[in-house]
Nanobody
Framework: EVQLVESGGGLVQPGGSLRLSCATSGFKFDDYGLSWVRQAPGKGLEWVSS????????YYADSMKGRFTISTEDAKNTLYLQMNELTAEDSAVYYC??????????WGQGTEVIVSS
């Protein structure tokens, strides 16, 4: 069974940093594209970043570029999102996902990030 479990969320002050983790199992890690999306209160899902471990390609939404870094640790089948210079606009539930094809997509349950003083 494919499983993705996010962790690392919590309360952080504006300008602070957090590193989110996504522990995965049940699939060949390097055969999937991996992504982070988020959902702020009252808003829809927003794509944050993607990485393709087999090609080392990474992609970021414009508002995250330069502040967020997506990475993987293959030995642990784990996806990360390093978030710096956080603002209140970054407050959201963050979800990690894995995509092996149009009919092979999986998402975790999310971890909440609250950026507030």
């Amino acid at each position: 069974e494919v499983q993705l479990v996010e962790s690392g969320g919590g309360l952080v002050q504006p300008g602070g940093s957090l590193r989110l983790s996504c522990a995965t199992s049940g699939f060949k890690f390097d055969d999937y594209g991996l992504s982070w999306v988020r959902q702020a209160p009252g808003k829809g899902l927003e794509w944050v970043s993607s990485i393709y471990p087999y090609s080392t390609s990474t992609y970021y939404a414009d508002s995250m570029k330069g502040r967020f870094t997506i990475s993987t640790e293959d030995a642990k089948n784990t996806l990360y999102l390093q978030m710096n210079e956080l603002t209140a606009e970054d407050s959201a539930v963050y979800y990690c996902g894995a995509k092996g094809g149009e009919l092979d997509q999986h998402w975790g349950q999310g971890t909440e990030v609250i950026v507030s003083s």
